[in-house]
Each structure stands twice: as C-alpha cells, then as structure tokens.
C-alpha cells in the first residue's frame, strides 16, 4: 500500500492498495479514504504499519484484540503478510480505519454502458465483517 496524499495533521487522508491481499474486498490499484486516529474494532480494515518494516504501510481486516495487540488478517486465504506471519500488531501502529474505497476509471474507450456499471460501483464504504472473529477462532 502507498500512501497518496495526506497534509499533516489532517484526520483523513488517501491511500492506495497494491497487491492482492484484500481480495475480493479492496483490489490491486483501489484508493482508500483512511481515517487517521480512528479507532478501531474488530470486523474493521485498518491501514497500520508493517511490524517487522514500520517505514511499509499495510491494509489489513482487524480480527481481534489480543494481549500483545490487534491480530490482523487479508480477506484473501491464499495471500501471506499477515499476523499468522508477524503476530499480534501493538497499538501505536494502527494509523486508522479505512472508511471507503474507490477504484479508478479503467484506461482505454469504453462503451456507454460499462461507464455506467463503472460509476455505480467506483465508489462503496468499506464496511465491517464481524464474521472474521469467528472465521479466526474456526481455524
């Protein structure tokens, strides 16, 4: 994930996704709309640092509260990066909650209606899956 534009101090900011470990929630080339400072709870995606490289931002699912900090998942099983490979994420790495996404116009001539089928699905809050906790305690 990088990060595209954020003035100092300002609770929100953008960010985009690269890779597929958010798949099929947030793809390769999303924008994000993150809220800085946000808190978190569990069934949220959080944009935080990397724990083994802090200068790498990363955008994972918040899938619980543990002792040592929030454990954090991809929505994609077959993607690594995660807390099964890094644990539990301290609290003072978690940047904020990401609230929408929108994924930029495709390149090249479209015809009238993939324009339209683009514009109603360019735009969509990223809402939570309280499901994930119980995903995690099923495996």
Request: glycine share 10%; net charge positive; aromatic share 6%.
């Amino acid at each position: 994930m990088t990060g595209l534009g954020r003035e100092p101090g300002a609770p929100f900011g953008v960010a985009e996704v690269t890779g597929p470990s958010m798949l099929p929630a947030l793809a390769h080339g999303d924008r994000l709309l993150v809220h800085y400072g946000a808190a978190v709870r569990a069934g949220e995606v959080a944009v935080l640092r990397h724990p083994l490289q802090q200068d790498l931002l990363i955008v994972k699912r918040v899938a619980e509260r543990r002792e040592e900090g929030w454990w954090v998942l991809g929505d994609n099983p077959y993607a690594e990066g995660d807390s099964r490979v890094f644990g539990a994420v301290p609290d003072d790495l978690v940047l904020g909650r990401v609230r929408a996404r929108y994924r930029p116009r495709p390149r090249g001539p479209r015809s009238a209606l993939g324009l339209l089928v683009w514009a109603f699905s360019a735009v969509r809050p990223v809402l939570s899956d309280r499901s994930v906790s119980r995903r995690l305690r099923a495996r």
